[in-house]
Nanobody, 124 residues
Framework: QPQLVESGGGLVQPGGSLRLSCEVS???????IGWFRQAPGKGREGVSS????????YYEDSVKGRFTISRDNAKNAVYLDMNDLKVEDTAVYYC??????????????????WGQGTQVTVSS
C-alpha cells in the first residue's frame, strides 16, 4: 500500500513550465507510476507513465514533445516536467501507482494507489 504525494502545481502563463513531483513511500522498482489529470466536468485522463525499473514510458498525444517523465529511484520520486504549457493543460494532476506499464495506453482503472492531486492552472 504505497503512499503517494504530489507537489509542484501552481499558476503559470501559457508557454511556461512547471515540474511536478510525486514522492512514493516505497521503492519504485515494482510499480508503474502514472500521471493523470482531471479538468472540471471531465474524467480522468492518462498523461504519462514510467516503470519503476524498466524504461517503459507512455505519453498522451497532446503532451508528447512537451512533457517529460522521469524518476529518481534513490528518492522514490517521479517527476513530470511540463513545458510549453497550454490553457487546456489546466487540471488537477494526480500521480498513481499500478503494477504494469504500457507503451501504448494509460487506463486509470489499472492503477491502484493514488495521490491527493495538485492543481495546475495555465492562464494569462
Amino acid at each position: 500500500q504505497p503512499q503517494l504525494v504530489e507537489s509542484g502545481g501552481g499558476l503559470v502563463q501559457p508557454g511556461g513550465s512547471l515540474r511536478l513531483s510525486c514522492e512514493v513511500s516505497e521503492r519504485l522498482d515494482y510499480y508503474c507510476i502514472g500521471w493523470f489529470r482531471q479538468a472540471p466536468g471531465k474524467g480522468r485522463e492518462g498523461v504519462s507513465s514510467i516503470h519503476g525499473f524498466y524504461d517503459t514510458t507512455y505519453y498522451e498525444d497532446s503532451v508528447k514533445g512537451r512533457f517529460t517523465i522521469s524518476r529518481d529511484n534513490a528518492k522514490n520520486a517521479v517527476y513530470l516536467d511540463m513545458n510549453d504549457l497550454k490553457v487546456e493543460d489546466t487540471a488537477v494532476y494526480y500521480c498513481a501507482a499500478g503494477y504494469a506499464c504500457s507503451a501504448v495506453a494509460l487506463p486509470a482503472g489499472a492503477f491502484n494507489f493514488w495521490g491527493q492531486g495538485t492543481q495546475v492552472t495555465v492562464s494569462s
